[in-house]
């Protein structure tokens, strides 16, 4: 799991509540952004009817603010996929280069790189270990497994890295 408190809004006009009569009263929300494994998550909604998970363009009319609010945090997470190892936070410690590309068109759609490309890009940066082992999903050759190798990828932290 990955956690980062992303912003705290608190401009003014954001909950209707506020009146003018209010002077000096302002509605503050901390907000947080969280990866997760989706089979791992878990909605604890007893007794509560409209909870559930949505795709992040299919999302229904928040209340106050709130959309704007999950579109600065997922704009925040696309921006940092191009420049951290934020994406191992939440893969397996072994994966297949698949599962790490279909992770970043899960998050910044379908058309953001070919695959060939990723691959060679990201391979050419050293901080994907080879396992020597396979795995095998149906049909065609297996696939290689890799882990991420934090030590490799540390002489890189502080440079600017485009990731895909």
Do not use: C
């Not at 698949?98 to 058309?111: A, C, I, M």
């Amino acid at each position: 799991m990955y956690l980062e408190q992303l912003y705290t809004f608190g401009g003014p006009g954001r909950d209707p509540r506020e009146s003018p009569e209010s002077f000096g009263v302002r509605y503050l929300s901390v907000s947080y952004f969280a990866l997760v494994r989706f089979e791992e998550a878990q909605l604890i909604a007893e007794g509560v009817s409209g909870i559930a998970w949505y795709p992040v363009n299919q999302l229904p009319k928040l209340a106050f603010d709130h959309n704007q609010i999950l579109e600065y945090g997922y704009r925040r997470l696309r921006n940092k996929l191009e420049y951290s190892p934020v994406a191992f936070d939440v893969l397996p410690d072994l994966f297949t280069l698949s599962d790490l590309y279909q992770l970043y068109t899960t998050v910044l759609g379908e058309n953001f790189s070919d695959y060939s490309n990723f691959r060679t890009r990201l391979l050419k940066l050293g901080f994907l270990a080879d396992t020597g082992l396979k795995v095998s999903r149906g049909a065609g050759r297996p696939a290689s497994l890799y882990r991420f190798d934090a030590e490799a990828f540390a002489p890189l932290k502080d440079k600017p890295l485009v990731f895909i």
